[in-house]
């Protein structure tokens, strides 16, 4: 795998499109510079038209790739017996993966509010596999539901996500600041409120969590991140 995107890492596709998914009110309330704008429209609105993975969706399926050894794409790996025998936790819709995810036996989706991430109805050491994407800005206590995930995860077990990350500055709270919500214009479902806006110090609360080791896989940097560990 290499930091460019000449094929999807989910499909194999080759085609992409790209398109502006952030609004105004948005950008600003996230302070973000031009730049900074441009990359995270990238990370939400590239889009691989043969499957309909976006970048962040793209990164995540890179880094899980990354993690077995795989030299192909997600959805090749998928179909090997190892995954089959998986036991998967997705967390909220991963994106474009959750089709590919769900035709395996041992996967397990578990929404909010149904589900909440601090407190995973799961017993300790349950899966192999803990995944999601773009949920950690939108949670009361992000370090609480990492150690959450790696509660469930077996040892050995990964932990794969995306949040987005804004890669020249440090996390910042929301709290105390007017509210700010992803999704849509105008979209103020509580679970679309921004919690935290992450920086550069992401992986800190991965080993706040209580993961030994954590590493960041690039793709298109800095549009696409994902991270993952080892429990
Ligand atoms: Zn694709």
Not at 60 to 71: F, K, M, R, T, V
Not at 101 to 116: E, F, M, Q, T
Not at 134 to 154: G, K, S
Request: hydrophobic letters at 45%; proline letters at 6%.
């Amino acid at each position: 795998m290499t930091a460019s995107l000449d094929a999807c890492p989910v499909c194999g596709g080759c085609e992409f499109t790209c398109s502006e998914v952030l609004w105004r009110s948005l950008i600003n309330e996230w302070q973000l510079a031009p730049a900074e704008a441009d990359y995270i429209n990238r990370q939400q609105g590239l889009m691989c038209t043969a499957c309909g993975s976006n970048l962040r969706s793209m990164a995540l399926a890179a880094a899980i790739c990354a993690e077995y050894g795989a030299a192909g794409t997600l959805q090749a790996e998928l179909t090997a017996p190892a995954a089959s025998r998986a036991d998967i936790l997705e967390i909220n819709e991963a994106g474009m993966l959750t089709p590919l995810l769900a035709s395996l036996p041992g996967h397990r989706i578990a929404k909010y509010p149904d589900v909440d991430i601090h407190a995973l109805p799961f017993a300790e050491e349950s899966f192999d596999v803990v995944l999601h994407s773009d949920t950690l800005e939108h949670v009361e206590n992000p370090v609480h539901a990492l150690t959450e995930c790696r509660r469930v995860l077996r040892t050995g077990g990964l932990l794969a996500f995306t949040v987005p990350t804004v890669v020249e500055r440090l996390t910042r709270s929301r709290a105390g600041l007017p509210p700010s919500f992803h999704g849509a214009p105008g979209d103020v479902r509580p679970d679309f409120r921004v919690q935290s806006e992450f920086g550069a110090d992401v992986w800190t609360y991965v080993i706040r969590a209580g993961f030994f080791r954590t590493t960041l896989h690039a793709l298109l940097y800095p549009a696409g991140l994902a991270i993952t560990a080892r429990k």
